[in-house]
């Protein structure tokens, strides 16, 4: 069973960043892809960022210049950095792995709210 740890969120001004973590504390990570949903406040979950397992990227347009997604598979983990940050950007945060093997189910983390706001 994978369970994945989440940790970074804040509340920040507008222009500041933040780096988004998301350990696999059970599960083999190499094999999963990571990635990114984030709700905001009154709307749907929208996608922000995914690398795959073999470091492939996607990043959602709205945040593409701003947004990096990396992993580390020595640590089993996916970070989402985050710059420029506009308040539009405020919401929960969660983070996934989906097994390349298996292809599902979407495992998903507990949430960190980011913030942002003067």
């Known amino acids: 069973q994978v369970n994945l740890v989440e940790s970074g969120g804040g509340a920040v001004d507008p222009g500041e960043s933040l780096e988004l973590s998301c350990r696999m504390s059970r599960g083999t990570f190499t094999i999963h892809d990571m990635g990114w949903y984030r709700q905001p406040p009154g709307k749907e979950r929208e996608f922000v960022a995914e690398?795959?397992?073999?470091?492939?990227?996607k990043v959602a347009e709205s945040v593409k210049d701003r947004f990096t997604i990396s992993r580390d598979n020595a640590k089993n983990t996916a970070y989402l950095k985050m710059n420029s940050l506009k308040p539009e950007d405020t919401a929960v945060y969660y983070c996934?792995?989906?097994?390349?093997?298996?292809?599902?189910?979407?495992?998903w983390g507990q949430g960190t709210q980011v913030s942002v706001s003067t």
């Open positions: 996934y792995a989906v097994s390349t093997i298996t292809n599902g189910p979407v495992h």
């Open positions: 690398v795959n397992y073999d470091r492939r990227i």
